[in-house]
């Protein structure tokens, strides 16, 4: 069986905008907002109708300082919602935003296609998931756990670092048999903001480990404590820094703000053609 959307990702030319859903009372954008099944459904359909082209739903924040949560209530967070949202929409690509192989497993049972593991595939069984279900994995980078991540990170050289972890992490999943990988530096998770700028500075370099690149910049801290804004007034700077990230490799966006990635989408389709 072939992963018709990993295929797509690699062959066609044009960007792929990843729309956040955080089923969570506590991520530092949007938290408690689409808590209910109703209130989160409504939203994916949103962000489809907008023109997302994935739906990443999150059962757990992973906000500086955020607690865990358990395998249970993750699902039950997550797990209704994507079967709401199928039932609107069954050919919806949903991404199951998760660091727990139990929690990919129910969701890719429901007919999620994307994986997006934070925390660098930290749980042995999660490639044997995505290998089973013919599914694609986002590998992310992070130093830390989020409850701590942002208490003093430190790198020698954090592009090298990070360039050298998920480089390991392509190597280590091609090997188990699992080729449809994207990657994604993690901007923002156990890296102080001259990291974050470090990282987005040498993006293009990314190209060279031949695997589609995501970037997540959407409202984050960096933008905060760059400008002095709160997140809801980071929406502007977050498209620029999207723009500079495509202009750099980046395949696939992740944003809160579906809109304005869709209108950076179209314009780039048409600098490019």
Do not use: W
């Amino acid at each position: 069986m072939s992963n018709n959307f990993y295929q797509k990702l690699i062959t066609e030319k044009h960007i792929f905008v990843m729309g956040i859903l955080n089923v969570t009372p506590d991520s530092f954008s949007d938290g408690g907002k689409y808590f209910s099944i109703n209130s989160a459904t409504e939203h994916a359909l949103e962000m489809l109708e907008d023109g997302a082209d994935i739906i990443d739903i999150g059962g757990e924040s992973s906000r500086p300082g955020a607690e865990e949560v358990s395998i249970d209530e993750e699902i039950s967070r997550t797990i209704p919602v994507i079967e709401s949202i199928f039932k609107h929409k069954p050919n919806t690509i949903i991404s199951i935003d998760t660091t727990k192989s139990e929690v990919a497993e129910a969701a890719l049972q429901c007919g999620v296609k994307i994986i997006n593991d934070i925390s660098g595939l930290s749980d042995a069984k999660m490639l044997e998931k995505v290998k089973k279900y013919y599914a694609s994995i986002v590998v992310m980078h992070m130093q830390g756990k989020p409850r701590t991540m942002q208490e003093s990170p430190k790198y020698k050289n954090v592009f090298d670092e990070v360039f050298s972890f998920l480089k390991q992490k392509i190597e280590l999943s091609k090997n188990f048999g699992v080729s449809s990988i994207i990657i994604d530096p993690g901007i923002g998770f156990g890296k102080s903001v001259n990291h974050n700028y470090e990282l987005l500075r040498n993006l293009a370099k990314f190209q060279t480990l031949e695997t589609p690149l995501l970037i997540g910049v959407s409202r984050k801290s960096l933008i905060g404590k760059s400008l002095n804004l709160d997140v809801e007034n980071r929406d502007i700077a977050t498209i620029i820094l999207e723009t500079d990230a495509i202009t750099k490799g980046a395949k696939i966006v992740r944003t809160h703000n579906v809109k304005n990635a869709i209108q950076l989408k179209r314009i780039n389709k048409l600098l490019t053609n």
